[in-house]
């Protein structure tokens, strides 16, 4: 009797997992504690674990390995430190998930050319430290100690974003293995070129379905002479905004400007002992030099008084200034705490920032409408903000009332010619959207990965709706 | 007997032709001095003359005119103001010109959001006449008055790049008509998105050759409340490239940084009646508060003078600010002038910032060692540089050690891991470069081409070589 389809899957795969134990020898593991960690990631998105884990330490490795997979038709899962968000990492056609947290080397960084080159593994946090004594910084900040390659293949920005840009601006060239086993470097380290189409914007952010990045080249910065932040409240949400719309327009090059709403306050206060006002505030950051600092918070100061904002108090002293920003970045913590035996779940949207107060506002009124509670915080000047639900998962109706709202905060995000995702990515949570968000061009999208990918053995059921 | 291949080619064009005219009414040309003029640019490239003219005037014609050239396979080639450098216009099989010259119009200003929707036929002098009384203004300058659909098609950039990027980063979403005549929009108006393919980057620099621009949406910025500019002599190239990169690092967020080489200088004292020293010179300029550019000027003449610059004059008058910009814009015609009765070879290539006094210097010793003379002026703040040689055509030995000049010129900048164009981009005169700069990246880049364009109608003979 012929084997069934299913058969010769579960065949490919052993086959495939032998080659590649061959070649990786206990590198290679199917363990289920290991399989399972690697499938499943901390939303609520549900996660599958893939049949076998390697950890891969060069590109000649990973070109080999996919090389194997692409031969047995086998999915290739690239995984960097498992900290994203719309469950990209979960293996819904089984495959093999390539761990790159071993290929962790900062390979080059050049001083004079404000560049570095680095493995997929290092984390942002990793490669800060590793700078600090050359006076240069890599500014991009996505909240968790992401892995760069992560980063780079989901687009990330932050906190930072509204300054710096976001790793689409800041990534200069990448080592990626095609899904063929073929090593492509996607451009030179020149600042800019003209030559030919951008494959480095093509693969930052195509979510590991294009191919496995290797290596990457990003833009570093002097770190600058001078900091100063600062917390301002505003009567509203609206007025925060114009705030933040009158700054960036007077070209008050702020670096960081973060929206924290009064519930998220509230919540914050209790978790990181502070004693803010309960009020929808604006932390800020500015970087330049010590005159240039002291310029920024006045000018700013002066615009906020004008819509209502309190007094901005800013601290230069850097055990200041982490405190307050240590208080932003524990904002899921301090909601969770909050929540206690609830399930997060995050999620973003982006819309312009004209329409960034009325987007909160509504968004504001829908979750009171439906008995929903969940701080929001954003990343104002990108027009960017995230609303963290929680959700008891055992309870069915809290689990469908969270689902419709997502669906209607990315509709509402949409109408105002926003996207659907502005930093978390589409991964196999927001597939739903891309015909929504992107229409004819979802089918360029999809002519692309049968292009590039015919076997479409790259991070198969992800970013492309089926 | 049975029509030859050649015979078949010119009746579909015929065909096509017919259509189009009947759609497109007296829009359509097939004169020949009109075909001429946009087969032909100002380089040295040979161009070809299309087999007719369409003055196009909404995306929904531009996608009926692709539909009609899809189904008789007759070549599309895109066309702006003409002022591209590397031969992108020329027509080598023939086919239609799309002329968007009157799809001028500035569809939205958004002042909250420092955006604006433009049709690609707007130059980015005529949008910027228009954006003078909002207070904000669009920065790339590429020299030319190009229209902002052919410097999104060839990624331009110019003397402002160091400060706000280039193209790549300023356009925020585009209306494209696809080679199948589906209209599609790559992405929302929101800041940034990290939802599916960066389909905007993609088109960015694709030259026309995967569909035709039809609208376009940009970043726009604050005019600065202050600028001023000054000129700065150095002893040496090497020099003056050294306080370029301090410049940099030290976070001084300079506008533009051209650098001038004597040669350059002395013809541009001669044309526009200056009396700067004849040596390596930068042009600066800072935009910022009135105390931000103070300070900046101050910080640059400490670090100038530490690598052996002249006293840094600035000016702060509008003025005196133009007559210096004119100088440095003037550059190309005060070389002509130097040089009556030959023809202009203006190349440019990119390479890293700590190369570029290398790459320099030995592109001047190259020169003298062949007896070619021209100057080199730079986007130093990136790496970027242009040679402007001067050739009589007539003389072959000129023309082919002015060729042979560019092949070496290119080679020295991939070996310091630089690009063949910083931002002219390939067309049809640096197709023979992709290869030895992209390597396997080439075949993504054709498979790319192929699966969007299989018929291959959108600008055939440009970027990819044959």
New interface residues.
Partial sequence: MAASPAELKRNSVAQAIADLAELLGDRLTTSQAVRDQHGNDLTWNPGQSPDAVAFVESTEEVAKLVTICSQYRVPVIPYGTGTSLEGHISAPHGGVCVDVSRMNQIIAV??????CVVQPGVTRKALNEYLRDT?LFFPIDPGADASIGGMTA????GTN?VRY??M??NVLSLTVV?PNG??????????????????T??M???EGT?GVITEVSLRL??I??AISAGVCAFPSVEAACEAV?IT????I?VARMELVDEHQIRMSNAYSKLSLAEAPTLFLEF???T??VA?QSR?FGEIAESYGGGSFDWATRTEDRNKLWQARHDAFWAAKTAMPGKESVATDV?????RLAECVEETRKDMEDHNLSGPIVGHVG???FHVVLFCDMEKQDEVDAAKAFLDRLVMR??AM??????????GSG?RK??QA?????????R??????DPENIMNPGK??PS
């Fill in positions: 050049n001083e004079l050319d404000l560049d006076g989901t687009r990330a920005s974003a840009g976001t689409r601006e095609m073929e090593i492509v470097r996607t451009a030179r380290r020149a600042r800019k070129s003209a030559a030919g189409y951008d494959l914007r093509l930052v952010g195509s294009l910065y002097g600058p002479e719309i960036i327009q007077s070209g090059p970087h330049g030099t005159e240039g310029e000018l982006c819309v312009p920032i004209s990108d027009g960017n995000a949409l010619d926003g996207t659907c995702t502005g930093e978390h990515g589409i927001k959207f891309l968000e992107h229409g004819a061009g979802v089918q360029v999208m002519s692309i990965k049968q292009a590039i970013i492309l």
